[in-house]
C-alpha cells in the first residue's frame, strides 16, 4: 500500500540497514536487533541521556512491555489481530527533546514514521503500514494547563479531550472548548484534523479558537507560531499534523458557556413520522438558533419482529429547556419535544451525558480522566456532505435501502450558524456552507473475516447509494472519519496524482496551498502516511546534450542538469 520515497541516506545505517534479516524488520528475534541498537545509540547521543534511560521509552519486539504499550491506544479491534503489521521499534517520549531525537534518528532509515496520539484513526493509519514503520507514540505528552485570567488553555498533543474538559472543569464552570463528544480521543489528531463537537454551530471547529502551537519539524526544531510562520501555522490547523511534523500541542482560546445547559434524546420510527421528521430536520437542524446543536441518528432496528428505521434526535443547548421546548414547539412539531424529554444540567456533565452517561448529574467526574486502554470493538467509518435538502421520496428509499442492507447506520451533524460564517479558505477544512455532514457508522464485536468483509460491504453499498444526495465535484469528506476506501498514496512517481484524488476531497480547493506548504517545509516527504499530503511532483532528471552547456554558459547560465518542478497550481 505505501512505498518510501528515495531519500539520500547516511553510509553507516544504509549499510546496517541491508545487512539486516529481513525478519528482523517486522518480526521478533530472540536477541536485540543491530537496528535497534544503533537506534538507541543514536537516541541517546542526540539527548545527552545514557542509553540505560533512554530505554525506557523505545521499545523493540522483544521487550516484554511492546504488546501492551502496541495495544494500548489501538482503537479499531480490526487492526488488533495477529496479522496486523507491527511496528519495529515504539517510542514513547516523555519530553520535546525525545520527540526530536527520534525524528532525527528516524530519518537516515527512511522507514515509515507513525505518528499516534490517542489512536482513533479510524482505518489505523497512525500505528500500521504495510511497510517497515516506526510508531512515535505521545501518549506520555499530556500536560494540560488552564488560564483561567487569560480563558485558553495549552493542550498537549498526548492529552485527550476527557483530560482538557476535565482540567476546565477544575476551574471553571462557565467556560469549556468546542471539541468532540468522546473523551478518550486524542488531541493530537482530533485538533490538528479540524475537531468538531456539539458546538459547532455557535462556536465554529475547534481549530478556528488557535492561538498558538508547537511543533517538531523535519530537521528536528521546536517550533512555535512565531518561528513556523502563518503558513505552516495554517497547514496544522485541520489539514492533519502527520503531513508536516510532530504536533506537541497547542494553545486555545476557551469560550463562555451558561451555567445551565439542556439535553434531550427523541426516537421515532418510522411507523411513527420519522420519515417527516427526518425531511424537516433538515431545514430546521442547520438554520435554528445557532445555540442549538441537534444530532440525526438513523439506524435500521427491528420492533414486534418487523424490521424499521429508528431516527433518533440527540441535542444540546446552551440554554433552559424550556426555552428549547418553546423553540422547536414552532421550528421542528414533528419532533415532539415536551419538557420531559429534556434535562437541564451544567456543560460539564452535558459532556458525561453525551458520553453515554445516563445520570450525568450524579457521574463521578474523574471518569473522563480514565482513557480505557486496550479496549475497542470492530468498526468501519465514512463520510459525506449534503448541500441542499434531500427529498422526502429520497429519504423513504434511503430508509428502504438501510433495512435492505440491515445494519449500517447514520449520524448527521448540523452545520450552519458559526461555520457559515467562516471563509472556506480561513483553514484547511472547506466544507463551511455544507447544510449537514453524515457520517457511516457500523459497529460489530465479533472476529470474523466474513462478518467484517459484510459490513465493510455494507459501507460502501450505502455510500454509493447516496451519491445522487450529497455534494459533489468533488463529493467531500471529513479528515478526521479516515476513509481508504476514497484513495491511499503509495508515495512512489504519481504520488501527486494519488494524494489529489482524497486531497480534494477532504480539502478542496484549499489542497493546492497544503501541497506547497508540504513541499516548503519537508521536501522529502519524511513525514507521510496512506493519506498524507503528497509533495509537488517533480520531472525526472534532464541531462544536456552535447555542446548545449557551453551556449547556455555563454548565456550567463551554468547549469547542465537540471531537475524541473511543475507549477501545477
Known amino acids: 500500500m505505501l512505498t518510501t520515497r528515495p531519500t539520500f541516506v547516511s553510509v553507516g545505517f544504509f549499510l546496517l540497514f541491508l545487512s539486516l534479516p529481513l525478519s528482523s524488520l517486522s518480526q521478533p528475534s530472540s536477541m536485540s536487533s543491530p537496528l535497534y541498537d544503533s537506534f538507541l545509540k543514536c537516541l541517546s547521543e542526540k539527548t545527552k541521556t545514557p542509553q540505560s534511560q533512554i530505554a525506557k521509552i523505545v521499545f523493540s519486539q522483544t521487550n516484554p512491555s511492546y504488546t501492551s504499550v502496541l495495544r494500548a491506544y489501538i482503537r479499531n479491534a480490526r487492526f488488533n489481530t495477529s496479522s496486523t503489521p507491527k511496528p519495529t521499534i515504539i517510542v514513547t517520549p516523555l519530553t520535546y527533546c525525545h520527540v526530536r531525537a527520534a525524528v532525527l534518528c528516524s530519518k537516515p532509515l527512511n522507514f515509515v ?81 479540524g475537531g468538531y463537537g456539539n458546538m459547532l454551530r455557535k462556536f465554529g471547529l475547534t481549530v478556528d479558537h488557535f492561538i498558538d502551537a508547537k511543533m517538531v519539524d523535519v530537521n528536528g526544531a521546536v517550533l512555535d507560531r512565531k518561528a513556523m510562520g502563518e503558513d505552516l501555522f495554517w497547514a496544522i490547523s485541520g489539514g492533519g499534523g502527520g503531513s508536516f511534523g510532530v504536533v506537541l500541542g497547542y494553545k486555545v482560546k476557551l469560550v463562555p458557556v451558561p451555567e445551565t445547559v439542556t439535553v434531550f ?158 471563509a472556506e479558505d480561513a483553514t484547511p477544512f472547506p466544507h463551511r456552507n455544507m447544510l449537514f455532514k453524515i457520517q457511516y457508522s457500523v459497529n460489530w464485536k465479533e472476529s470474523s473475516p466474513e462478518l467484517e468483509k459484510g459490513y465493510l460491504n455494507q459501507a460502501k453499498v450505502l455510500h454509493s447509494f447516496m451519491t445522487g444526495f450529497v455534494s459533489k465535484n468533488p463529493r467531500g469528506a471529513y479528515l478526521n472519519y479516515r476513509d481508504i476506501d476514497i484513495g491511499v498514496n503509495d508515495h512512489g512517481e504519481d504520488s501527486y496524482k494519488e494524494g489529489e484524488v482524497y486531497g480534494r476531497m477532504y480539502f478542496g480547493k484549499n489542497f493546492d496551498r497544503l501541497v506547497k506548504i508540504k513541499t516548503a517545509v519537508d521536501p522529502d516527504n519524511f513525514f507521510r502516511n496512506e493519506q498524507s499530503v503528497p509533495t509537488l511532483p517533480t520531472t525526472k532528471t534532464v541531462v544536456a546534450e552535447p555542446g548545449t552547456a557551453n551556449r547556455w554558459s555563454r548565456a550567463g547560465g551554468a547549469a547542465v542538469v537540471a531537475s524541473v518542478v511543475l507549477h501545477v497550481l
Open 113 to 193: 514514521f507513525k505518528i499516534r496520539s490517542g489512536g482513533h484513526d479510524y482505518d489505523g493509519l497512525s500505528y500500521i503500514s504495510d511497510k517497515p514503520f516506526f510508531i512515535l507514540d505521545l501518549s506520555n505528552l499530556r500536560d494540560v494547563s488552564v488560564d483561567i485570567a487569560e480563558q485558553t488553555a495549552w493542550v498537549s498533543a498526548g492529552a485527550t479531550l476527557g483530560e482538557v474538559y476535565y482540567r476546565i472543569w477544575e476551574k471553571s464552570k462557565v467556560l469549556g472548548f468546542p471539541a468532540g463528544v468522546c473523551p478518550t480521543v486524542g488531541v493530537g489528531g482530533h485538533l490538528s484534523g
Open 265 to 422: 434524546r427523541v426516537e421515532q420510527l418510522m411507523a411513527a413520522g420519522a420519515v417527516d421528521m427526518v425531511h424537516k430536520w433538515q431545514f430546521v437542524g442547520p438554520k435554528t438558533d445557532k445555540n442549538l446543536f441537534m444530532r440525526m441518528l438513523i439506524q435500521p432496528v427491528t420492533r414486534n419482529k418487523v424490521k424499521t428505521v429508528r431516527a433518533t434526535v440527540v441535542a444540546l443547548f446552551l440554554g433552559k429547556a424550556d426555552d428549547v421546548v418553546s423553540l422547536l414547539a414552532k421550528e421542528l412539531p414533528e419532533l415532539a419535544l415536551k419538557k420531559e424529554n429534556c434535562t437541564e444540567m451544567t456543560w460539564f456533565q452535558s459532556a458525561l451525558w453525551w458520553d453515554n452517561r445516563v445520570n450525568a448529574t450524579e457521574t463521578d467526574p474523574k471518569v473522563f480522566l480514565d482513557r480505557e486502554l486496550d479496549s475497542s470493538s470492530f468498526g468501519k467509518r465514512k463520510s459525506d456532505y449534503v448541500e441542499t435538502e434531500i427529498p422526502r421520496n429520497g429519504i423513504e428509499s434511503l430508509f428502504k435501502k438501510m433495512i435492505e442492507l440491515g445494519k449500517i447506520g447514520l449520524v448527521f451533524n448540523p452545520y450552519g450558524g458559526r461555520m457559515a460564517e467562516i
